[in-house]
């Protein structure tokens, strides 16, 4: 399927809807965290998400050689990165003529993983003006922006055709956006058979309701984690059906005490950590088609 995304060059718009979108897009603007730029610095793939899988111990090495803060950051970024793996194998069959949409792109690492992967058009959109001219730089750099670009725009209306994306996802930034709006709209630009992908952390509903680790998460990140019954209502209700749920909860736990430990912490690794430990905070994957 041949896509219908104008190539026109990039132009930064306004983009909020809303004071919260707003508030976020200020946030994002002036988000320059080491955590997300030093891990990004490895290879030229910044992300903003978290990590999943087994630590390498081998790799990391003796934690008193001179090199171990600099092996460790690189094994963050690994882990990173095989999140986005994750995500982008659950899409399925993509096609070098298909369009795929990353909700929420951040600094664009995953939409280059995917155009790395499929050789398809991957089209990014964010609230950050910074985060886009940034990811949009990198494209350049790399010589993909004719496949790879991100634009300044609201995930709850986004600039795409009817049925025009074979794929769509969000990793870690369904929490910023009411989740019936989001599935209405990647159903929306999503073909029927298209895919949708998203990795988030979500509050357990047999906790009881978000634990104070939650809540410390939600005022850090300015967001509102939703429950996972609720990613699946509200798939439901907009001809989402789910393929595939699973619970990463155990596969990123390594992530997070590995960062706890390192020069990057933000002071957040607690709450992560002890939510998942506690069972009032899950990490999951789901995979739905439109149908």
Known sequence: MTSTVSTSPFIPAPAAATPYQGDIARYWDGEARPVNLKLGDVDGLYHHHYGIGAIDHEALGDPEESEYEKKLIAELHRLESAQAEVLLDHLGAIGRDDLLIDAGCGRGGSSVMAHQRFGCKVEGVTLSAKQAEFGNRRAAELGIADHVRARVCNMLDMPFEKGSAAGSWNNESSMYVDLDDLMAEHSRVLRVGGRYVTITGCWNPKYGQPSK???????????????????????????????????????????????????????????????????????????????
């Open 213 to 291: 680790w939650v809540s410390q998460i939600n005022a850090h990140f300015e967001c509102n984690i939703h429950s996972r019954r609720e990613y699946l209502k509200a798939m439901a209700d907009n001809r989402l059906v789910p393929q595939a749920v699973i619970d990463l909860t155990p596969d990123t736990l390594p992530y997070w005490k590995l960062r706890a430990t390192s020069s990057l912490v933000t002071g957040i690794e607690e709450a992560f950590i002890k939510s998942y430990e506690d069972g009032s905070f899950q990490y999951v994957l789901i995979a739905a088609d439109r149908v």
